[in-house]
C-alpha cells in the first residue's frame, strides 16, 4: 500500500537533536559530570596531570637552575629568581600534560561503544564538546593553583621571598594566570581531540599528541630566553602557542612587558604581553575547536544513519 514503511527509516542527526527536551546547557552540564568523573577515576590522567608536572619544576629548578640563570638575568631583572621565572613554564606544561589527553577519553568511549551510543543520542553535539572541555578545564585550574603554590613554597626555601616579590601583579595576577592557562589549555584540548577523532586509537592519539606538545615546550620562551635561542628556534617560536602562554603568565607575574616574539607598544606595561598573548591563544582556539567541531558532526552524521 502507498504510503506505508516496514519501519523507521535511518536516523537523521538534525532530527535526533531536535528531539532532545533538554537545552544545549544542560547537556553540556550532563556531559561535563559525566567526563569528570571519568577522568577523575583514571589513575593514569591523575598522574599526568597532577604528579608529572610537580616532579618537573623540582627537577628543573634544581637543575637548570644553577646553568640558565645567567642566561635569564641577561633579559629579566637581576633580581628575578629561575624558580620565578621558571613557574610560568611548569603552569603551562602542567596544562599541556592535562590537555594532551583529552583524546584518550573519546577513543575510550569509541572502543567501548559508548561514543556510538552518545553520537544516536538527541543530545547538541557542540554541548557535549563542551561539556568534556569544562571537565578538563576544572583539572587545569586545579593543577594551576597546585604548581603557584609550590612555586612560592621553592622561592621561599630558596630566598626568602615573599609573595609581592613572587607576584607583581597581586591578585588581579592570580586571576589572570588562570585565564591565560585555560585559554592555552583549550588550544591542545581541541588539538588532541582532532587526533581522537581522525585516528580511532589510543595509541596514535598518545604518540601524535606527545610527538607534537612536548618538542614544543624546548622550543619556545618556557626554559631560556628566547634571545639566547638558535635563530631557527626563534623564528619557530612565533607561531608556537606555547612562547604565548608562557609570555603571558610570565608578564603577570613579573609585572612587565616580556613578549619575546615581536614587539607591541599600543597598551602600557604588561598589557603589552597579556593582550596579544591572549588574542592569539584565542584565535588558535577558534581555529582548532571548530576543526574538532567539525570533525564531531562529521562523525555523527556517518555512524547515526
Known amino acids: 500500500m502507498s504510503g506505508v514503511t516496514d519501519g523507521p527509516g535511518p536516523i537523521d542527526s538534525d532530527s535526533a537533536k531536535r528531539a532532545s527536551g533538554n537545552s544545549s546547557t544542560t547537556d553540556a552540564r550532563i556531559s561535563f559530570k559525566r567526563w569528570l568523573v571519568k577522568t577523575s577515576r583514571n589513575p593514569y590522567v591523575t598522574f599526568t596531570s597532577l604528579v608529572q608536572p610537580i616532579v618537573f619544576f623540582v627537577l628543573m629548578a634544581e637543575v637548570l637552575g644553577a646553568i640558565a640563570g645567567g642566561a635569564v638575568s641577561q633579559s629579566v631583572p637581576s633580581d628575578v629568581t629561575y624558580v620565578t621565572y621558571l613557574t610560568p613554564a611548569i603552569v603551562i606544561q602542567s596544562a599541556l600534560a592535562a590537555a594532551a589527553v583529552s583524546g584518550i577519553g573519546l577513543v575510550d568511549d569509541m572502543e567501548t561503544g559508548m561514543f556510538d551510543k ?163 591563544l584565542l584565535a588558535f582556539n577558534v581555529v582548532l575547536g571548530g576543526i574538532a567541531v567539525g570533525l564531531l558532526n562529521r562523525a555523527s552524521r556517518a555512524d547515526v544513519q
Open 118 to 280: 552518545t553520537l544516536i543520542s538527541p543530545m547538541n553535539r557542540g554541548a557535549m564538546f563542551v561539556g568534556k572541555i569544562l571537565s578538563e578545564v576544572v583539572r587545569i585550574t586545579v593543577q594551576t593553583g597546585i604548581i603557584l603554590g609550590l612555586g612560592y613554597l621553592l622561592l621561599t626555601l630558596e630566598s626568602g621571598a615573599s609573595v609581592a616579590q613572587y607576584l607583581q601583579t597581586g591578585s588581579f595576577g592570580v586571576l589572570g594566570i588562570f585565564v591565560v592557562t585555560v585559554i592555552f589549555g583549550g588550544v591542545f584540548m581541541a588539538y588532541s581531540n582532532i587526533v581522537a577523532l581522525v585516528t580511532r586509537d589510543r595509541e596514535a592519539t598518545v604518540m601524535i599528541a606527545n610527538l607534537l606538545t612536548f618538542p614544543l615546550l624546548f622550543i619556545s620562551s618556557a626554559f631560556l630566553p628566547l634571545d639566547v635561542l638558535p635563530g631557527w628556534i626563534q623564528a619557530v617560536a612565533v607561531a608556537n602557542p606555547i612562547t604565548y602562554g608562557v609570555d603571558g603568565i610570565r608578564a603577570l607575574m613579573l609585572g612587565q612587558d616580556v613578549l619575546s616574539v615581536f614587539e607591541v607598544t599600543a597598551f602600557a606595561g604588561f598589557w603589552n604581553t597579556v593582550i596579544p598573548a591572549i588574542a592569539v
